[in-house]
């Protein structure tokens, strides 16, 4: 197995090993020039008209299509922009719109904010009793026909276990619910078949394995025989048919482009255009064949190495059952945080992973730019700090504010 050539495209810090592309991607060398040009050319020279001569305006559906073809989408389906979680609210305000039914089904391994967005809404519809949280494993066995929306985030963003889409998809609909499918951490880690699973709709975003840059705009999904039924929650200026008509009253544009709410951020926006190039002539295959290879030789690494520490993998040993990432327990030590110091004195050591409560080793594996003999050193450097008990300091045991 060998290193793609895209590594060469990236601006990495020389001597570090970067294993968290799947919270932030590294910096790709054509975003810097095209963001420079951007402020200089663009909105130093043209001004307001950068809107229609440099395209502004079309960049949330141009990137949308860019970004439809990493997730198997269907041109025209997939609009860039805000976050994901404003995103989520959207579709999934959406998708109760659809249905006569309010209970929402997610499961213990979806991201917080997915949570907390779908708390929220249903406490503004007088129904928060009606988001029912049940085990990653369950998830199949409890669709039935109670419920209106399956909310699932594909793949676990601590351990990286991997939800079978089609088939959840297949049963959701089976039962008459729609699915929300979150894919912040698959988009650009595997292969995805939106188009070919029936999925109804999907959010991500543009800051992890796509590279966009720390806040890009995410992405959200509308299967197409959806879009024009749907009547936004969340109406703004940027999804009327008429933006510059200043309407006093709200017309849905046509399809995905009503989704739209506010002024797209356009610097992130060129940013993440730039990033997608990385894209272009690259087959989502070899991208997943060459993650889950590199996977298994990290997790064979570690537990050769670093066997006797108490580390334990929280992560399914096969690859075609997780994402692109790989999490291992460490429980606390002599009542001390051990697995958060042993990530940052790790870090200090320029082998960057990052720390998910209560005691979760997170690596995220991303073939454009890691390497074998990365995953090698970095399992090496792992143990070094665990038998020489490197963790044990004030400044590693001391939380900061991100982990």
């Avoid at 050539?5 to 810090?13: I, K, N, W």
């Avoid at 029912?132 to 998830?139: Q, S």
């Avoid at 929300?180 to 991500?204: E, K, N």
């Avoid at 537990?303 to 997780?322: H, V």
């Amino acid at each position: 197995m060998t290193s793609l050539p895209q590594r060469r495209l990236f601006d990495l810090p020389d001597g570090v090993i970067y294993l968290d592309g799947n919270s932030l991607g590294p910096l790709p060398v054509a975003a810097k020039a095209r963001v420079a040009e951007a402020v200089s050319d663009h909105w130093g020279k043209m001004l307001i008209r950068g809107w229609n001569a440099a395209g502004w305006i079309d960049l949330p559906s141009r990137i949308g299509d860019r970004i439809a073809r990493l997730i198997g989408a269907e041109p025209g389906s997939v609009m860039a922009c805000d976050s994901t979680s404003v995103n989520l609210f959207k579709v999934l305000s959406a998708a109760l719109s659809l249905s006569g039914r309010r209970v929402v089904l997610s499961d213990m391994g979806n991201f917080p904010t997915d949570l907390y967005v779908a708390q929220g809404l249903l406490g503004a519809m007088r129904s928060p009793d009606d988001l029912k949280i049940v085990a990653p494993d369950t998830v199949l066995e409890t669709i039935d026909e109670t419920v209106a929306v399956v909310m699932l985030t594909q793949v676990d963003y601590r351990t990286g276990r991997l939800h079978d889409m089609a088939a959840i998809t297949a049963k959701a609909h089976d039962a008459g619910a729609l699915v929300i499918w979150d894919l912040a951490h698959s988009a650009g880690a595997l292969p995805v078949d939106l188009q070919g699973c029936r999925a109804d709709f999907a959010v991500g975003c543009g800051y992890k394995y796509l590279n966009g840059g720390p806040g890009a705009p995410a992405f959200l999904y509308v299967r197409p025989d959806h879009a024009d039924r749907i009547a936004p929650a969340l109406g703004g200026w940027m999804g009327h048919e008429a933006p510059f008509a200043f309407d006093l009253d709200f017309r849905p544009a046509q399809g995905v482009d009503r989704m739209r709410v506010g002024t797209p951020p356009i610097l992130s926006m060129v940013a993440l255009d730039a990033a997608l190039d990385l894209w272009d002539d690259l087959a989502l295959s070899a991208i997943r064949a060459q993650s889950i290879a590199l996977a298994d030789l990290f997790i064979a690494e570690v537990e050769r190495q670093c066997s006797g520490f108490g580390l334990e993998l929280a992560t399914p040993r096969d690859g075609a059952l997780r994402g692109s990432q790989v999490s291992f327990h460490l429980p606390d030590l002599d009542g001390k945080d051990r697995g958060y110091a042993t990530m940052q004195a790790l870090i200090a050591e320029n082998v960057i992973g990052d720390f998910r409560a209560p005691d979760l080793l997170r690596f995220g594996f991303a073939p454009l730019y890691n390497t074998e003999d990365e995953v090698r050193e970095a399992a090496r450097r792992l143990s070094v700090i665990l038998s020489e008990r490197r963790w044990d300091q004030p400044r590693f045991l001391t939380r900061a504010k991100v982990t």
